[in-house]
């Protein structure tokens, strides 16, 4: 199993742009989250899904978008780039069943807006 | 709404010597309780957890942690650190009724002295 898998690892924008950060799981886990994570203030949830055509917003959603056509992939949108949103983000899924929850993730993905 | 705080943004511990990483949390409805642990450039990985039952869970390299329901508490212990502890520890809370959505505390950086 490959996991979570984030790609790219990293990317610079301009102002402006938009871009979408792929993310994707091989161990059909229902659940999967966007995070981003910035010096000083932890792992902000920003989108997650709790199934296939089911997404809802975390605590920081604004300036990002998701969908959710298949089990495995979750990619985040970013419809116009800005500066604060320079950061880290990890994608992660996880089981309800068993596992209670216990979130798998990516290795990341650092994106620097100028 | 679901909250975590880890009051101590750095712990320094001596190599042999026992450690402790403070975790609070709140939640509506019994909480499941995660710490995660993240190295250097890397995705966060899961250390332990609690769900139900005994208040002292064990789990991965050693680590332990204890809920306490009254404090709403949930630290992370060991009873002798190595220098290769030294990282990014995170608590996050869920409550038992919503798989899909985590709250991570802002971190704790442990750092081990040989």
């Known amino acids: 199993n490959a996991g979570v898998t984030q790609t790219p690892k990293f990317q610079v924008l301009k102002t402006g742009q938009s871009m979408t950060l792929q993310c994707a799981q091989d161990?059909?886990?229902?659940?999967m989250s966007w995070y981003r994570q910035d010096p000083g203030m932890g792992l902000r949830l920003i989108h997650y899904?709790?199934?296939?055509?089911?997404?809802d917003q975390g605590e920081v959603p604004n300036g990002y978008n998701v969908s959710r056509s298949t089990t495995e992939d979750f990619p985040l949108r970013l419809l116009s780039a800005a500066p604060s949103q320079t950061s880290v983000y990890f994608c992660?899924?996880?089981?309800?069943?068993?596992?209670?929850?216990?979130?798998?993730f990516g290795p990341g993905t650092r994106l620097l807006v100028l | 709404a679901q909250s975590v705080a880890q009051p101590e943004d750095q712990v320094n511990v001596a190599e042999g010597n026992p450690l402790t990483v403070k975790c609070t949390y709140s939640?509506?409805?019994?909480?499941?309780l995660f710490w995660y642990v993240q190295y250097p450039n890397r995705g966060l990985q899961f250390l332990l957890k609690?769900?139900?039952?005994?208040?002292l869970v064990k789990g991965s390299y050693g680590f332990e942690a204890e809920f306490n329901k009254s404090q709403t508490s949930f630290h992370l212990k060991k009873p002798s650190a190595l220098v290769s502890d030294s990282a990014l520890y995170f608590c996050?809370?869920?409550?038992?009724?919503?798989?899909?959505?985590?709250?991570f505390g802002d971190g704790t950086t442990l750092t081990v002295k040989p």
């Open positions: 992660a899924s996880s089981s309800g069943v068993g596992d209670h929850g216990t979130q798998y």
């Open positions: 161990m059909n886990h229902e659940y």
């Open positions: 899904s709790v199934g296939a055509g089911i997404t």
């Open positions: 939640v509506s409805g019994n909480p499941y």
């Open positions: 609690y769900i139900t039952g005994d208040n």
């Open positions: 996050a809370v869920r409550a038992n009724t919503n798989a899909g959505k985590s709250t």
